[in-house]
């Protein structure tokens, strides 16, 4: 078995990242954090399922491979809250989602659409939390959107 790390040392040579100079000096620091936290994975997985199926191991490579190339700035500012089995595509985040597609080499981010507050005037008398009737004609307001991904193309 080959020598395993749980550092940057196991991905040399990453690409220069893409934006601004302000996101170029943030991102850096989140997808070293981000890489580690894939290499410390990768080690327990590789430990714990010795006898696992090639392929899926092989699957995982890849993906931690493509993953690395990705030079998008702005990929690894929205995804820093997101833990290692959503970077990986394993799981589906609340906010994001990670699709590869390994045979044409690219990855997807999916982002949901923001909640928005609206308000509006109540046609009919109605009583709120409190009990309190609330003639018709009253302002209420709620959040309503959130519930659409829309996916950007990374790599």
Known sequence: MGKTFTSLEQFENLPELVGSEKQVAWATRIRENQLVKVAELETKRASTYLGAVFSRMADRKAKVSLLT??????????????????????????DHSVKFNLEAGKITLGQRSKQKQIEYRTKRDYFNRWGERVPSGGLRSMMVGGNKFYDREVI
């Not at 702005?74 to 990986?88: G, M």
């Open 69 to 94: 190339t990705v030079t998008d700035a702005k990929f690894w500012i929205d995804t820093r809250d997101e833990n290692v089995q959503v970077l990986l595509g394993i799981t589906t985040g609340f």
